[in-house]
């Protein structure tokens, strides 16, 4: 990795005595912002920490003769220096008179960019999040590098505030043979954007943070007339640019949608759910947290609608490894607020084919990891014939799908959800639903797909439903033994858990119903964890009976 930072040309335009702490400082490759305001010491803050530059205060001359060594300061208070990647931004009083100056270091970093090169390749549009400072502009100043010289492609550059090029009229040599527009009015820079397509017809343009509606408007009306983007925006993850109404628009935008009984049973969900309202903008997204580790979704669509519908998200993680030039670490994980979840960890080679990452995730991947990822792994027969092997293929109808989700969890089972009844094992519904529905049972006969029914959404009856179903290999119903009389009776003879028979007691019976239950008998140590499980929902419990017949009993308040 090779840094370009042309720190002496800054340090020249600012006062001796903050010039000579930094010419000499140990971590100078580290340092990020000079902060220089009026009747405060002179601070620098690097990627690790701050300190203090000097003990004399900041006056209106040291203001004064740097500004008098810079270019003049465009409508969104941002400078530069001619031939440099530096960003020197001012703070105003009300009278517009200059009272601070915060001077960003802007570096050419060379190498970064390999870590996507396989995503460059697949002439996506791009989009890049993160907040303030993480390292955005620098990132998409060496894609623009690597697609013009390295790539061979038409780049345009819309600079809005010289950031990504350098002041100045002829731009920084580490943007390669990109183009870059300029732009006078930070407002008009959507009206740059379509500019740039109609009259130069680029195969890439690059946009550094689009922020307001008409940019997004801009950016989307670019990719569908089939030129490709790269863009930054603000932002610490997906989740964030969901909930931004102003360039939500670049993921597909969000909208409430009211569903109809049918489907809302079906879905075992509320009438009134978030969905995305059109294709994205852009089609990969790249979370930048860290400048050495960056978080990837190969699809915009499927992370977006997974969110909305809360539901385990798969993502990459990705970083260069110092030891092996050229080799990428990457981690899957399945919610990046989460770091422990990490399913599989593995080293490829930048560019790797996509085919075999995939083939040696599945390889390696364990029961619960499976269950995660079936929706990735439509394509694979073989994972699908080993899945169809170790779980229980279900489809549910009117029940509600988190309690579900929650018991399979909870209780461990081997079963997975299914929304495509043609993959299930057997279809799982409420009894009073099943008969007025013809088509759903149509479809179970000419499918041969057993129909198993609850009276209600009890937890209690959906656990036991759930571990009769779980049990393929001992219980195999028939197309006779599906009425509701015959399912209670094989539900009937399972058990729970004792801490899952004290659990779903208190839930289902105890607080809703405001009565005293007795549980099954337990020997003494099982009592001890029911009494714990029991003192964590603030109930009473009292061991009666004798010998073997002894058990606990839970009051209500």
């Known amino acids: 990795m090779l840094l370009a930072d042309d720190l002496e040309q800054l340090l020249n335009v600012l006062p001796a005595f903050i010039n000579a702490p930094l010419e000499k400082h140990p971590r100078r490759e580290y340092l990020i912002e000079v902060v ?21 205060t900041i006056v209106w001359q040291d203001i004064d003769s740097i500004l008098k060594k810079l270019g003049k300061f465009s409508g969104d208070n941002r400078a530069g220096i001619e031939r440099t990647l530096h960003r020197i931004s001012s703070l105003k009083n009300r009278k517009g008179s200059v009272i601070g100056l915060t001077c960003r270091i802007g570096r050419a970093v060379f190498g970064t960019v390999s870590i996507v090169r396989d995503l460059l390749e697949q002439k996506k549009s791009i989009l890049l999040l993160g907040r303030p400072g993480v390292g955005k502009t620098t990132a998409i100043r060496e894609i623009a590098r690597v697609l013009s010289d390295g790539m061979k492609k038409r780049v345009i550059i819309i600079d809005t505030s010289n950031e990504i090029a350098g002041d100045g009229d002829l731009p920084h040599p580490s943007i390669g043979k990109a183009r870059r527009m300029q732009v006078s009015n930070q407002q008009n820079q959507h009206e740059v954007m379509i500019e740039a397509v109609e009259n130069h017809m680029p195969e890439i343009i690059i946009i550094d943070e689009i922020g307001t509606e008409l940019e997004a408007a801009a950016a989307r009306t670019i990719a569908e007339r089939g030129v490709q983007l790269v863009g930054t925006v603000h932002g610490n993850s997906l989740e964030n640019l ?39 903008t852009f089609e990969i997204a790249i979370e930048i947290h860290d400048p050495k580790m960056w978080v990837i979704h190969e699809s915009i669509e499927h992370s977006v609608d997974l969110l909305l519908q809360g539901q385990s998200l798969p993502i990459q993680k990705r970083s260069l490894l110092k030891t092996i030039p050229n080799f990428v670490d990457c981690k899957i994980v ?10 599989e960890n593995f080293v490829k080679r930048a560019g790797i084919d996509k085919k075999q990452k995939n083939n040696y995730l599945l390889d390696r991947f364990t029961s619960n990891e499976k269950t995660k990822t079936k929706k990735l792994l439509k394509t694979n027969s073989a ?40 993959y299930a094992d057997a279809i799982l519904a409420l009894a009073n639903l099943v008969k007025s529905n013809r088509k759903l049972k149509q479809i179970s006969h000419s499918k041969k797909i057993t129909i198993h029914t609850i009276q209600n959404n009890s937890l209690v009856k959906i656990a036991k439903a759930l571990r009769l179903l779980a049990k ?77 017949k002894r058990r606990i009993r839970i009051f209500s308040n």
């Open 36 to 56: 220089l305001d009026i009747g405060r010491r002179p601070e620098a803050r690097f990627s690790d920490g701050t300190e203090y530059l000097s003990y004399r």
């Open 242 to 280: 969901i909930k931004n109404p102003t360039i939500s628009d670049l993921i597909g935008g969000i909208q409430y949608v009211t569903l109809g009984d049918e489907e809302a049973k079906r879905r075992g969900s509320s009438k009134s759910i978030l969905e995305r309202k059109a294709p994205p």
């Open 334 to 343: 399945y919610n990046q607020k989460d770091n422990g979840s990490v399913t």
């Open 383 to 422: 994972i699908k014939t080993q899945l169809k092997q170790e779980f229980t293929f279900v489809y549910i109808y009117g029940i509600n799908n988190q309690d579900l989700k929650t018991l399979i969890k909870t209780l461990r089972l081997p079963i997975i959800i299914t929304k495509e009844i043609q």
């Open 472 to 548: 393929k290999k001992s219980i195999i119903p028939t197309a006779q033994d599906t009425d509701t009389a015959r399912l209670s009776k094989l539900i009937s003879r399972e058990f729970l858990t004792p801490l899952e028979e004290a659990r779903l007691a208190i839930e289902e019976v105890v607080i809703p119903n405001n009565i005293t239950i007795d549980l099954l008998p337990r020997n003494s140590e099982l009592r001890k964890q029911q009494h714990e499980l029991i003192s964590h929902y603030r109930l009473k419990s009292f061991s009666v009976g004798k010998g073997k």
